[in-house]
């Protein structure tokens, strides 16, 4: 069982930086694979950003280059830094734990354990 924490959203300019932290509990925090999905108004939930549990990261090509995942298994915690933000990253973040094995990152379905969102918010 897992139970996980998202915090650090807020209001934001455009152009600039938020670190989202994802809190876990749990000992086998290290074998999961951690993603970030983000849902905005009106809209499904989508995969932003993935680690792997050794490491390894995936990104949706709207954020690649300007949102970096990372991961500190010792503390049991996982961080989304978005730099270069827009009003169109506008949304509630979650972080969610899937299987140490997991192809389909973009499914939401393929994970066991979900946060309650933090939301972050964009001003043009």
């Known amino acids: 069982q897992v139970q996980l924490v998202e915090s650090g959203g807020g209001l934001v300019q455009a152009g600039g930086s938020l670190r989202l932290s994802c809190a876990a509990s749990?000992?086998?925090?290290?074998?999961?694979?951690i993603s970030w999905f983000r849902q905005a108004p009106g809209k499904e939930r989508e995969f932003v950003a993935a680690?792997?549990?050794?490491?390894?990261?995936l990104y949706t090509d709207s954020v690649k280059g300007r949102f970096s995942a990372s991961r500190d298994n010792a503390k049991n915690m996982a961080y989304l830094q978005m730099n270069s933000l827009k009003p169109e990253d506008t949304a509630a973040y979650y972080c969610a734990a899937g299987p140490r094995y997991l192809s389909a990152y973009a499914d939401r379905g393929a994970y066991d354990y979900w946060g309650q969102g933090t939301q972050v918010t964009v001003s043009s």
């Open positions: 749990g000992r086998t925090f290290s074998s999961y694979t």
């Open positions: 680690i792997g549990w050794l490491g390894g990261t």
